[in-house]
């Protein structure tokens, strides 16, 4: 079975450029997840969609972020524009059902901001 | 206080050591509890979930204090491919997400 697939796996891209990251979660997930991870924060969680609406998205850093999922199987979290401190390792993260259940993630898109 | 904490080591240990590891967690309503394990520049994965009587899983065994607001996870019989970064996972205030820390890296050395 597919798991949750993410890209691109890895991007470097320039200070003020917009970022587009993409997940499709595995199929008949209702939870998406998108998550941050660096060296000095670990593990962040941004934003967290269930049945396609956005439920919590308080983890979000600013503006510059937006994620958006236009149905199930699809999931976009963009940066524009995009700064240093942005350079992180992002994973999205799906479950079959909210509030239960493992956290099935995908390998992650690795972005670097000159 | 960040809501999960642990101890980020790194533990060095022979094979076949007895290795223990520690989590605290802020939310004292929280309600599930997780290991997660992460192996280098991979994506994490469930390791065993933790129940209020605490449980095993074959050389794994974690145990919950929920008056100390405390999770534990001892590996017996350490193997080199037990080499990784053990995340302590709790759920959020909203009952809906997991919140991790920042994870224990433990080292098995033959």
Known sequence: DAGVI??????????GQEVTLRCKPISGHNSLFWYRQTMMRGLELLIYFNNNVPID??????????????NASFSTLKIQPSEPRDSA??????REREMVGELFFGEGSRLTVL | RK??????????????????FNCTYSNSASQSFFWYRQDCRK??????SVYSSGNEDGRF???LNRASQ?????????????SATYLCVVNSNSG???NFGKGTSLLVTP
């Open chain 1, 6 to 15: 993410q890209s691109p796996r890895h991007e470097v891209t320039e200070m």
């Open chain 1, 57 to 70: 998205d308080s983890g979000m850093p600013e503006d510059r972020f937006s994620a958006k999922m236009p």
């Open chain 1, 89 to 94: 390792v992002y994973f999205c993260a799906s």
């Open chain 2, 3 to 20: 809501e999960v904490e642990q101890d980020p080591g790194p533990f060095n240990v022979p094979e076949g050591a007895t290795v223990a």
């Open chain 2, 43 to 48: 994506e994490p994965k469930l390791l065993m």
């Open chain 2, 61 to 63: 065994t974690a145990q």
């Open chain 2, 70 to 82: 405390y999770i534990s996870l001892l590996i017996r019989d350490s193997k080199l491919s037990d």
């Open chain 2, 96 to 98: 809906y997400a997991l």
